[in-house]
């Protein structure tokens, strides 16, 4: 546990927009067509589970993670889910992904949501991160941040910024920066690569684009937001990958080398097998179901867990 420098403020984070290279227009959105309809509208969420391999304190961390994919109607207004369809609402479809891990003696238990809307809102195109949000609980403290996303227009600005942190350097902080044209969020590259966001990127194809750095970066290092340019790619063939087939995409941002293995088998619905980054984090998946999870809160629903390859949480003593 270390105390965070008090110059270690977001506001000065809020640099320059940084451009994609040669690119005047965004790049190409996902298909939201009927096959994505068929699958992501069908009244369940996808819930997945993955081994996790945590960089932290510079020690490898092994843990859990869950990754829940949605769709939703969201409101324009408060940025949260919409209790039903309007004609000012427009659909998005949510990760949330919830990572738990030991650090000796106290764990972690961090949740990241990553909203995407599925056509154009906020002037950005469809596929644009509309807001991101992390949360970090620890037997230290706890912090919440988020951001909303917009197309900066004359005195107003593109992403608003919140932060609340138990780091006397940190606080609580509200600031704004600049979108720039074709930006995208790290914390939104699960989605990217399984073709739920932007930019969509055929076998062998490869871009450059301005990149909003993830939020468990930022709170985790203690390090400014920031538009950095990274380099996403998709690979030309399919490689095996134990009982599956898959297609890798690979991003590179501002040094952080991202790679995702996604399930390319006829019927599959893409889902992430594996991701690595070269700091040493992993996910490995363990087992997905479709279900509607929020209605499965009784005891007797726990039997759910064991499809998952999960355990239901301990009862804190010995």
């Not at 593109?158 to 606080?171: D, I, K, M, P």
């Not at 929020?294 to 499809?307: F, I, M, S, V």
């Amino acid at each position: 546990m270390r105390t965070a420098p008090a110059s270690m403020l977001i506001a000065a984070a809020l640099t320059a927009a940084v451009p994609a290279a040669g690119q005047d227009k965004p790049w190409t959105p996902p298909s939201y067509d009927r096959t994505y309809r068929s699958t992501w509208h069908d009244g369940n969420a996808e819930m997945a589970s993955y081994k996790l391999t945590y960089p932290r304190y510079g020690e490898l961390r092994t843990g859990t993670a869950v990754a829940i994919t949605v769709t939703e109607p969201f409101d324009p207004t408060a940025r949260v889910k919409a209790d039903s369809v309007r004609d000012d609402t427009y659909g998005v479809i949510k990760l949330n992904l919830v990572e738990d891990f030991q650090t000796g003696l106290y764990d972690y238990n961090l949740m990241t949501s990553v909203f995407v809307a599925t056509e154009p809102a906020n002037g950005l195109p469809a596929g644009s991160p509309t807001k991101v949000s992390f949360s970090s609980q620890e037997w230290c403290g706890h912090v919440y941040q988020q951001a909303l996303f917009s197309q900066a227009k004359r005195g107003t600005p593109g992403v608003r910024q919140t932060l609340h942190s138990y780091f006397e350097g940190e606080a609580d902080q509200n600031n704004q920066m600049d979108h720039p044209v074709g930006g995208i969020a790290e914390d939104a590259l699960i989605l990217w690569a399984r073709g739920l966001a932007g930019p969509r990127l055929e076998p062998g194809e490869s871009i450059e684009v301005p990149v909003y750095r993830s939020m468990a970066v930022q709170r985790h290092r203690h390090v400014p937001a920031k538009w950095e340019t990274a380099t996403l790619s998709r690979k030309a063939s399919d490689e095996p990958l134990g009982e599956f087939t898959v297609d890798t995409f690979t991003a590179d941002v501002a040094g952080r080398k991202y790679a995702f293995y996604i399930d390319n088998s006829e019927n599959g619905d893409r889902k992430l097998i594996k991701l690595t980054r070269n700091d040493g984090y992993q996910l490995e998946f363990v087992a997905a179901e479709r279900l509607p999870y929020w209605r499965l809160n009784g005891n007797a629903d726990e039997k759910e867990l064991k499809k998952m390859g999960l355990r239901r949480r301990g009862d804190g003593t010995m």
